[in-house]
């Protein structure tokens, strides 16, 4: 297994570009995530997906799109990018089954700056 | 909504001392409660972690406290070696929430 796979690993947008990061994983998992990591500020929640067709904000959702269409696949939409959006990008996923709250396996993280 | 607060943000030790790490949380509901810990340039990978129904869990020179009542658990490391400087993060969720909210993180240096 691959495990979880993120792309690309780092990008640099002008401002008021748009991107899409991508997230895939092969794990089966129903639980996908994507947070941002920004220096001495921990991992903030961005949106994540419960199953396929199911999504939810999290923490800091706003300048951001997701979609789930597939269990496999999680892509993450900056629209109108802005140098706030400047961070480390990390997806994740997990699997839960009933009451069972599972370990989250990260990708490897995607740096996009914002100039 | 959901908050995870965490201390200390930097924390330097003596090899073989002891380091704990102690985190609060706000949401009443939550009762799964991991610990990340993320290397250099790595990505988060889980060390341990404690449901509500366990007050504590140990696994090896690692083990986490969970207080309930007041709304805080703890990472404590025995014998702190080296490699065990990194970062480690406190994260709590719902049941079946599936929302994981970490903390700030705890920048651990661990001194030859």
């Known amino acids: 297994n691959a495990g979880v796979t993120q792309t690309p690993k780092f990008r640099i947008l002008k401002i008021g570009q748009s991107m899409t990061l991508q997230c895939t994983q092969d794990?089966?998992?129903?639980?996908m995530y994507w947070y941002r990591q920004d220096p001495g500020m921990g991992l903030k929640l961005i949106y994540y997906?419960?199953?396929?067709?199911?999504?939810d904000k999290g923490e800091v959702p706003n300048g951001y799109n997701v979609s789930r269409s597939t269990t496999e696949d999680f892509p993450l939409r900056l629209e109108l990018a802005a140098p706030s959006q400047t961070s480390v990008y990390f997806c994740?996923?997990?699997?839960?089954?009933?009451?069972?709250?599972?370990?989250?396996?990260f990708g490897e993280g995607s740096r996009l700056t914002v100039l | 909504g959901e908050n995870v607060e965490q201390h200390p943000s930097t924390l330097s030790v003596q090899e073989g001392d002891s380091a704990v790490i102690k985190c609060t949380y706000s949401?009443?509901?939550?009762?799964?409660f991991p610990w990340y810990k993320q290397e250099l340039g790595k990505r988060p990978q889980l060390i341990i972690d404690?449901?509500?129904?366990?007050g504590e869990k140990k696994d090896q020179r690692i083990a986490v406290t969970l207080n309930k009542t007041a709304k805080h658990f703890s990472l404590h490391i025995t014998e702190t070696q080296p490699e065990d400087s990194a970062v480690y993060f406190c994260?709590?969720?719902?049941?079946?929430?599936?929302?994981?909210?970490f903390g700030q993180g705890t920048e651990l240096s661990v001194k030859p």
């Open positions: 997906s419960v199953g396929a067709g199911i999504t």
């Open positions: 404690i449901r509500s129904n366990v």
């Open positions: 794990m089966n998992h129903n639980y």
């Open positions: 949401d009443s509901a939550s009762n799964y």
């Open positions: 994260a709590a969720s719902r049941r079946q929430g599936g929302k994981l909210i």
């Open positions: 994740a996923s997990s699997y839960h089954r009933g009451t069972n709250t599972g370990e989250l396996f």
